[in-house]
């Protein structure tokens, strides 16, 4: 089953799905601007294209994620993110972190 979501606008989209080898996972592309994300479950984001400008929430610095790199979210926080051109991501919920 396909779960479609829109956030800021239409500006974030994500098709969320269910597979044996990521669980559950969603797949997505954020259009330029600056965002404040929040999780209910562990997180771990996977650019894919372009790039994401990330602050972590434990963390004082910004930090870029580039195409192939993973950062991870844990569960019940928040981050922020700041797009500079259109970037593709895959995000999989996990159990723990």
Known sequence: MLNINQYFNGKVQSIGFQNASL?????????????????????????ITGSLKVLLPTAKDWRI????????????????VVVVEPTAYLCRYLAKY
């Open 23 to 47: 669980g559950q996972a969603s797949i997505g592309v954020m259009l330029p601007g600056e965002y404040i994300f929040s999780t209910d479950k562990p997180e771990e984001m996977t650019v």
């Open 65 to 80: 994620f580039e195409v192939g790199q993973v950062f991870h979210i844990a569960g019940e926080s928040q981050f922020d």
